[in-house]
DNA sequence: CAGCATCCCACGCGATACTG
DNA sequence: CAGTATCGCGTGGGATGCTG
């Protein structure tokens, strides 16, 4: 099992600022809004109708949902399929790149899990005892 | 060993919408703008000043790199230090939930230099062999 | 059904200038 | 140094209405 020195960085990062937080990329390409929803539902229930994700995440746009998977497909993470019907049908499928960041989310919905409450618990702390920034 | 289920998740994702995508709510808390290199420099370079991380970050202004400190401390990432000197200083840390990250730092990180050539090669064969969105 | 077109609005960010 | 205050704007998202 190699692959070490991914953590801590190398001595590169210090100098290189090209180099700095190699995972802010990822930010607009799997964290940007509705993202995580529809790649969720992609991987978890397979292949689907437009009609079917919109459904199923209730409180998206259709806009923003076709906004969000022609990224998507774009990037490579989601596969489009066009039927020629009446009516016509369009299906989604995650694709083999989009489904190697199962792990990822698997590590992350962990996280999430265990994580999650003390967060929630650090924001009360800080709203009912820090009126303004000082440090007491 | 242990921690099976997370994926592929549960029937009561199936039926419950309340329990979809257990990780959309790490979005706004650790994938908001600028989060990932305030924390990655953080984490990488230990207790920092103000000015530090902002001459690090280099194309961030005060405003928002003080706007995001504050979310990160209210959320409990971050641990914020001050000296009431002159002048005065004050101090970012990475708190042990923050910390808590690094692992899935990590593995963000791999899958980033592993297939961020694929999102760039697929961003190009869809640009130049896309003109309409029609599925030949 | 699977969208596109249009209008509109709020928020987030950037730039600038100013304090304790 | 470590912010705050203010202004302005561009982008993304919501709502609505319309097609093939």
């Not at 099992?1 to 700095?20: C, K, Q, R, Y």
């Not at 906004?67 to 499928?93: N, S």
């Given at each position: ?37 529809i ?26 949902l ?21 009516p ?5 499928e995650?694709?083999?790149?989009g ?5 990822l ?13 003390n ?5 009360r ?6 009126p303004?920034?000082d440090?007491?």
């Amino acid at each position: 099992m190699g692959n070490e020195s991914i953590w801590p960085p190398s001595a590169d990062v210090m100098t290189n600022p090209e180099l700095a937080c190699p995972i802010s990329p990822l930010t607009d390409i799997v964290f940007s809004k509705w993202t995580t929803p529809i790649l969720w539902s992609l991987h978890t229930f397979g292949r689907q109708r437009f009609v079917e994700l919109e459904r199923r995440i209730k409180t998206i746009t259709p806009k923003v949902l076709t906004q969000r998977l022609r990224q998507l497909e774009r990037d490579g993470l989601v596969v489009r399929t066009y039927h020629p019907e009446v009516p016509p049908r369009v299906e989604y499928e995650i694709s083999e790149l989009g489904r190697s960041l199962g792990p990822l989310f698997a590590h992350l919905a962990v996280w999430a899990n265990t994580n999650l409450d003390n967060v929630e618990q650090a924001r009360r702390h800080y709203d009912n005892a820090a009126p303004a920034h000082d440090a007491r």
